[in-house]
T-cell receptor, first 109, second 114 residues
Framework: GQQVMQIPQYQHVQEGEDFTTYCNSS?????IQWYKQRPGGHPVFLIQ?????EVKKQKRLTFQFGEAKKNSSLHITATQTTDVGTYFC?????????FGTGTSLTVIP | NAGVTQTPKFQVLKTGQSMTLQCAQD?????MSWYRQDPGMGLRLIHY???????DQGEVPNGYNVSRSTTEDFPLRLLSAAPSQTSVYFC?????????????FGSGTRLTVV
């Protein structure tokens, strides 16, 4: 079964609003990665988090790794139409990465 | 660098037919994986390899075979295609170095089984 769960499955926001997607695992993760997939495209690596409580920023994107290393979040501030796509987390509970179900983001201009 | 190259981009098969999806990478990555993507299911791991000559099963291996005779190539074989195998297939590779970047994905193969 799915080892890494992600919510919400879909999110529609007005341009300029913030957006957050959450990733949860029942087991402790060695690290977690985030990917973005544009409509019709392939997943593209965004970032990797390794340390408990780690926070990383990429411009308007903020990534967090939970203290227990079982959850993570991606927050986008002031969304733009270029943020449209599906965001996936991928967790490493063993020796292989398991992807979450993804959150599809629609940005309404 | 070409990255990860997948062929074909599109394929229609009849039930019971077999075929091989090709995947090649030119980054000297040790790890290679095959995923299938279905609506609402995310990316599910089919098979993976940690190096030439070494393969293992992922979450959904039934109906698929793989081999890894070289570092560069990791073909996925559908033994007897079924409509349930209609999906988008992605090949991905990454370095084994723990501080490395994540997976590099190919552009995908859209497979329809009728």
């Amino acid at each position: 079964g799915q080892q890494v769960m992600q919510i919400p499955q879909y999110q529609h926001v007005q341009e300029g609003e913030d957006f957050t997607t959450y990733c949860n695992s029942s087991t402790t993760l060695s690290n977690i990665q985030w990917y973005k997939q544009r409509p019709g495209g392939h997943p593209v690596f965004l970032i990797q988090l390794v340390k408990s409580g780690e926070v990383k920023k990429q411009k308007r994107l903020t990534f967090q790794f939970g203290e227990a290393k079982k959850n993570s979040s991606l927050h986008i501030t002031a969304t733009q139409t270029t943020d449209v796509g599906t965001y996936f987390c991928a967790g490493l509970p063993g020796n292989q990465f398991y992807f979450g179900t993804g959150t599809s983001l629609t940005v309404i201009p | 660098n070409a990255g990860v190259t997948q062929t074909p981009k599109f394929q229609v098969l009849k039930t019971g037919q077999s075929m091989t999806l090709q995947c090649a990478q030119d980054m000297n990555h040790e790890y290679m994986s095959w995923y299938r993507q279905d609506p609402g299911m995310g990316l599910r791991l089919i098979h993976y390899s940690v190096g030439a000559g070494i393969t293992d099963q992922g979450e959904v291996p039934n109906g698929y075979n793989v081999s890894r005779s070289t570092t560069e190539d990791f073909p996925l074989r559908l033994l007897s295609a079924a409509p349930s195998q209609t999906s988008v297939y992605f090949c991905a590779s990454r370095s084994s170095w723990t501080g490395s970047y994540g997976y590099t994905f190919g552009s995908g193969t859209r497979l329809t089984v009728v």
